[in-house]
Nanobody
């Protein structure tokens, strides 16, 4: 069973940084990948970034490219999201996700499509 535990959210000023963490305390599966999604207040959950467990290839939403970095720790089955240059539009609940990497790769043009396993979510608030 896949069990995801995410953490690291908080409040930060515009221009600040935060680092989110997510660990899978269960098992992996074929074509295993992990990702971050976010759900802004009153909006749909949307894709942020993903990483392949096979080759480390990364995928990013256009809105976070150059500001956010996803990374992994294979031994811990964990991922991290380093978020820099945060702005108020980044305010959301951030969710860790596990799904086949092929799902992320094949749905880059549909950021609201989701599948797989979820963490409990962690709040990120960017405000002055």
């Amino acid at each position: 069973q896949v069990q995801l535990v995410d953490s690291g959210g908080g409040s930060v000023l515009p221009g600040g940084s935060l680092r989110l963490s997510c660990a899978n305390t269960g098992r992996t599966f074929n074509d295993y990948g992990m990702a971050w999604y976010r759900q802004p207040p009153g909006k749909e959950r949307e894709f942020v970034a993903a990483i392949s467990w096979t080759d480390g290839r990364t995928y990013y939403a256009d809105s976070v490219k150059g500001r956010f970095t996803i990374s992994r720790d294979n031994a811990k089955i964990a991922i991290y999201l380093q978020m820099n240059s945060l702005n108020p539009e980044d305010t959301a609940v951030y969710y860790c996700n596990a799904a086949p990497t092929s799902f992320y790769a094949n749905n880059m043009d549909d950021p609201f499509r989701t599948m797989g396993y979820w963490g409990q979510g962690t709040q990120v608030t960017v405000s002055s």
